[in-house]
């Protein structure tokens, strides 16, 4: 990919694509790694600052590439300190990227975008009333966590692929992203988490590849009929078939799977619901995960009380022990999970 000026851009390209384009341009390959280096560790914001290349190659560098071409459009901070960053991509698309820290813990996790907007068109999700515009390039991917590191001087520890799209209906993208991500920023693969509605075919894809990746189902409803309103895609792949799935992933790979559950009120959170819920999930190794919902713009849906999200936690306690409810990050500045439409506010 080359910008306006027909230069190359670098930020978030595999060390073999930076070695192709290094070596094409009469340089030996070795110095893609340190490149690489400057990029992905060391947040180097201009090719000036790389101070263990030569200037000659600095300055070739100038000439021929860019850093990156994703632009920070507006950045929110909430009174917890999640950062929500509006990124726009030189087409005028905008996605966004979450940066959440949770107290105590040095870890900083980044919550990315696969796509602009999602065709999966959930109906509590505000990604989902958007509609689909297109897939992200690996390459974008991993510019977003890339320019939040450029940004904020840190480096992420832990990934959630949960903003904005459904990421196994980008599947080649992703995994790419995933192994760059891994082996070049040196996230570890088992702190990265891949949410998805429930693509079956894509789930057991991702099986094949065997790595200890954290596979999280968004399930929100224990049965066909209730899913099926919330979740168009349920037609194409039920429930049962899902859980097959996990089952099998769970199995593969001896990790742990996530269940996702956003409890809205009146409408899925009965300890009816968590009883059914309990009975679909028997078999499986899992933690679950309660999101309490957030509202969306011009929605119909209700977060349910603190008592009725205990309540049904503890339905769900009597058969597994690792029941979490999810913290509300960044509300204020809707960067809470379904809050992610690409807007300014
Ligand atoms: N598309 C993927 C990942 C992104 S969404 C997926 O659906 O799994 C991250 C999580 O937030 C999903 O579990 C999603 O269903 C949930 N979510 C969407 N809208 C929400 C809302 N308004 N309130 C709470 N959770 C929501
Ligand atoms: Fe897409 Fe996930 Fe939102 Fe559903 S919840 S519309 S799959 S982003």
Redesign the pocket.
Known sequence: MTNAENKKVLSGLSLAELEEFIVNNGEPAFRAKQLQNWLCKKHANTFESMNNLSKNFRSKLEDIAIISDTKIKQKLVSNDGTIKYLLEYPDGNVVETVLMSFDKRPNLTACVSTQVG?P?G?T????GKRGFIRNLKAREIVDQVLTIQRDLNISVTNLV???Q???LLNYDETVKSINILNSELEIGIRRITV???GIVPKIYQLTEMNRQLVL?L?L?APDHELRKKLMPIEEKYPVEDVIKAMKHYAEKTGRRVTI?Y?LIDGVNDSTEHAEKVNKLLKGLKYNINL??????CGDKFKKPSMERINRFKSVLEKVERKVTVRLERGTDIAA????LAGQIL
């Open positions: 999602c999966v959930c509590f999700c505000a990604t692929y949960m903003g799209g459904e990421p949410s998805t509605s999280a968004s929100h996702e956003t999101i309490p919902y957030n509202p969306v809470a999970c379904g809050q």
